[in-house]
């Protein structure tokens, strides 16, 4: 069988093919699904929103949403489940430093349909977190890929304030 000029199988998902012959007696017509899956993992993207907390306890937002996205070379979404390991580089342990998921700084997760997804929540310290997330691809699982993103950790109330006012009245130079 020879296929249609112009037939592009570069987009994954259910294509419908339909043909028609003259059979004789008029046209006979027949229908089918097919289909196409994407190819193996080629591309990374995360992407944390928001990128920017505050430390725990200061009041503020603590919590970001981690999302992982996993392409095919064409830019389609992976179909199926794939392994991807998310990990916090370079930063204290908790309660200091940050954690993913429950309480950890390295997480397992199972993409589907190629979208997986974890919580970041701050620690107690002001950092920049460097979030790495990898997973496996090609024969024997032998290609890494790999995406970063940064989450900043910044803010929050003031640990103290003091205010002086000199004998006349007047500030001292005392601050906030």
Not at 12 to 19: F, L, N, T, Y
Not at 37 to 61: F, H, V, W, Y
Not at 97 to 113: A, M, R, Y
Request: one cysteine or more; glycine letters at 14%; charged letters at 20%.
């Amino acid at each position: 069988m020879q296929w249609p000029r112009g037939l592009s199988f570069r987009i994954a998902g259910i294509a419908s093919v339909r043909a028609t012959v003259d059979g004789g007696g008029g046209p006979l017509t027949s229908s089918t699904d097919v289909y196409f899956e994407s190819g193996p993992p080629r591309t990374m993207s995360i992407l944390a929103d928001p990128d920017k907390l505050q430390p725990r306890g200061a009041g503020g937002r603590e919590t970001s949403n981690i999302e992982i996205r996993l392409e095919d070379s064409f830019g389609n979404l992976l179909n199926g489940d794939h392994q991807i390991v998310v990990e916090i580089l370079d930063c204290p342990a908790s309660p200091e430093g940050p954690t993913l998921g429950v309480d950890g700084q390295i997480v397992e997760l199972t993409s589907h349909d190629g979208i997986a997804q974890t919580a970041f929540n701050s620690g107690e310290s002001m950092l920049s977190a460097l979030v790495h997330a990898y997973t496996f691809s090609g024969e024997g699982r032998m290609d890494t890929i790999r995406a970063y993103t940064t989450i900043q950790i910044a803010g929050g109330a003031p640990f103290a304030m003091d205010i002086n006012v000199d004998e006349n009245g007047y500030d001292a130079g005392g601050g906030a």
